[in-house]
Nanobody, 122 residues
Framework: QVQLVESGGGLVQAGGSLRLSCAAS????????MGWFRQAPGQEREFVSS??????YYAASVKGRFTISRDNAKNTVYLQMNSLKPEDTAVYYC?????????????????WGPGTQVTVSS
């Protein structure tokens, strides 16, 4: 069983930055594809970014502003978010994919964290 815990969310003004972290426990972290998704009120959960062992993927809406990275020694994945916009406001979820695919679809993931709120004010 893999457990995931996100941190780093908060309130920031438009144009600001936040770094989200997701600490994983309970499995061979380095083998997992790790992903970030977000869900705004009344909307479906949407893909933000994912990282396999060596490849990163981004949604078009965040490409060039967000950067995903991982530290396998710390069993942690990060999402650096720069140039934040009010439309980035959502609950951000970390997820683990045990089969190593690209992870751009929610149904590829086996485990999810509880989420962390990101609010960007205009």
């Amino acid at each position: 069983q893999v457990q995931l815990v996100e941190s780093g969310g908060g309130l920031v003004q438009a144009g600001g930055s936040l770094r989200l972290s997701c600490a994983a426990s309970g499995g061979p972290f380095s083998r997992y594809t790790m992903g970030w998704f977000r869900q705004a009120p009344g909307q479906e959960r949407e893909f933000v970014s994912s990282i396999t062992r060596g490849t990163t993927y981004y949604a078009a809406s965040v490409k060039g502003r967000f950067t995903i990275s991982r530290d396998n020694a710390k069993n942690t994945v990060y999402l650096q978010m720069n140039s934040l916009k009010p439309e980035d406001t959502a609950v951000y979820y970390c997820a683990a994919n045990l089969i190593g695919t690209s992870g751009i679809r929610p149904n590829e993931y086996n485990f999810w964290g509880p989420g962390t709120q990101v609010t960007v004010s205009s």
